[in-house]
């Protein structure tokens, strides 16, 4: 993994080899503090690590203490063109905020700013896309490319660099998943500043999902990034989900169950597809850190699922409980499902 410099969020480290962070968005309108809270509330008990919300005027500073006063996941602060809101949000209590500084007017904006955070211990995330790059250097690149993106974030981390501010964190997302990892993989090489992984707009729950796992999983096996989001139209409880599946795939977080299940063939025969979907629908909570099979052949299952901690395969009218390849005994099938739990249970 790239090293990084490390900053914290309230007390959660972030870069300089600490864990792979989650984070997702409150979506209900700004207005609605008691729904916002509430949607905080399912964040947290979904294990969300950070939770980000909009401030797009005066009124929805009100959201930082309402959320605080319930919910102990940090939270940034996400403001566009405003100083004065990021020095209302850091009063108070803000853990980070979200603000891109050449955006926010004069130098002396961006030193109050500064300033600001580097007294209350608040890093800073520069979040750059597609959409939001500076007409100069549009008209240097011509389009959005990976460069064009990359030299934006470090452009406005130097404004912050200039008041001796460096708990910067950056993002340089696009809509576009090449787009996206080439952009962080040049940040990657120019800078050690943490980098929050991201491909924007990607889209409803599937495809949003699939951007995703491509642009954020291949930057991370190849050791770059530090904490993600994965953007999805959709429930930001789905979000935190797919983010801890992502890292689950990868290895890069342990806790919580790695569901195994083979795609079937005509050598299955019990309904695998059912069977599979309530192994995960019952498993959906469980924080054990161990892999559970569901396979459909009892003469491959087991050996092609050895990896796994635990698992059942089918047959005809029976199955086989298993672990770590070796089977442990036959069940009928209708006591196949109990069984898994059952033993699950005593793990």
Known sequence: MKKTRKIYVGGLPIGGGSQISVQSMLNVPSTDIDGSVRQAVKLAEAGCDIIRIALPNMEAI????????????PLVADIHFDYRLALEAVAAGIDKIRINPGNIGSDEHVKAVADACRRRNIPIRIGV???SLE?????KYGSPTPQALAESALYH?????????????ISMKSSDVDTTIRAYEI?????DYPLHLGVTEAGTEHMGLIKSAIGIGSLLQRGIGDTIRVSLTADPVKEVAAGFDILRALNLRREGIQFISCPTCGRTRINLIRLADEVERRLKGCKKPIKVAVMGCAVNGPGEAREADIGIAGGNGEGLLFKKG?????????E???CLMQEIEKM
């Open 62 to 73: 009100a959201l930082i203490p309402a959320i605080k006063n319930v919910v102990k996941v």
């Open 187 to 191: 940040a990657a090489e120019k800078c």
């Open 157 to 169: 981390a130097s404004l912050l660099e200039k008041f001796d501010f460096q708990d910067i964190v």
């Open 326 to 334: 070796q089977i442990i005994r036959k069940v009928p099938e209708r």
């Open 129 to 131: 896309n597609s959409g």
């Open 135 to 139: 007409k100069e250097i549009l008209a």
């Open 336 to 338: 196949l499902l109990d």
